[in-house]
């Protein structure tokens, strides 16, 4: 079987041109039209509707698509058990994580993984959650290291690790919010809020926050990163909720304007998508991970059992 026909239509359809789909694929525009002109009279069916703009899969090539991608994933299991069958300790593994998560998480794990590892490459997708859930579906990243919940029954998970969220206010923020063992977030609800944007797991956070003391937060600012969002909230912008892992990068054990929402948990996994061929060397990453978070010493994080 030719499985460099089947990522080329594949490649096609994801960037919805010839010209992106050959720069991607390293070819010349005319030999990846001739390639699929020569197959498409091959299958006596058109693949591509050529008239749209950008252009579109007929009925047919929708079909094509769909059993091309599932050839290509028995195609990777295949691989991934062969690498265990011959209890090598080479190979390849995608991970993707968020882009804040990854600062914490990866210096821990890697340094570790590669005494152990030295000849297995680790390539790392940074990505919102919503993106990491997309990419473990279609098979492009091996396991991701996410923030629950998923959004998606198709992933599964193992809890690694649990944080605990904390509410950053402005430095000098005086107010009953102080006096109380268990934070009430309806007296901030004529407060400046610094949001991470949607997709998030913390914004998915905050969100359910916010609904459940029945008020729309008054946000003054959407950034990306949750550092950002910190850094903004102690120089007096406004309130921002970070977990404690941010509380603990950034050394505020000191300081008095954050405050712990007792009842709320960030909860760290590893996920990968139902019925997928974990290797051995993938297991030995997820079990190393476990291990770095819990032995951290002075660690916010706390275990999962």
């Known amino acids: 079987m030719d499985f460099h026909q089947l990522e080329y239509v594949i490649a096609i359809a994801e960037e919805k041109s010839f010209s992106k789909a050959a720069k991607k ?11 699929i002109m020569r197959l498409e009279k091959q299958l006596e069916v058109k693949l591509f509707d050529r008239s ?3 252009l579109t899969l007929t009925f047919a090539g929708e079909k094509y698509i769909e059993t091309a991608k599932n050839i290509l994933n028995s195609k990777k299991r295949l691989m991934k058990e062969l690498y265990d069958i011959s209890d090598s300790k ?3 593994i995608t991970i ?3 882009v804040p998560t990854e600062r914490y998480i990866l210096p821990l794990v890697l340094p570790q993984f590669y005494k152990k590892f030295p000849n297995v490459e680790i390539v790392i997708e940074g990505h919102s959650a919503r993106q990491l859930e997309e990419l473990l579906i279609v098979g492009k990243i091996d396991i991701a290291i996410m923030h629950l919940p998923t959004q998606d029954s198709r992933i599964v998970y193992e809890p690694i690790s649990i944080e605990r969220v904390f509410l950053i206010a402005p430095p000098g923020y005086n107010t ?13 609800k004529n407060e400046k809020f610094i949001l991470i944007k949607p ?3 913390m914004r998915f956070i905050a969100d359910e926050l916010f609904k459940r003391a029945q008020f729309e937060p008054n946000i003054l600012i959407e950034v990306r990163n949750i550092d950002t969002a910190y850094n903004l909230a102690n120089s007096g912008m406004g309130f921002t909720l970070v977990p404690e892992s941010v509380i603990s990068f950034f050394n505020t054990n000191n300081y008095k304007n954050y405050f712990l929402i007792d009842d709320i948990n960030f909860i760290l996994a590893v996920a990968y998508r139902k019925g997928e061929y974990i ?7 997820i079990k190393i991970t ?5 032995s951290k010493q002075g660690s916010v994080f706390s275990p999962l059992e």
């Open 25 to 35: 694929l390293y070819i010349s525009q005319p030999s990846l039209s001739e390639y």
């Open 90 to 92: 080479k190979g390849r």
């Open 290 to 294: 476990k291990e770095a978070l819990v």
């Open 279 to 285: 290797t051995k060397v993938c297991h030995e990453f």
């Open 199 to 201: 997709g998030h797991r």
């Open 52 to 54: 749209t703009s950008p």
């Open 96 to 98: 993707g994580i968020p």
């Open 176 to 188: 009953e919010i102080e006096k109380r063992q268990k934070l009430d977030f309806t007296c901030l």
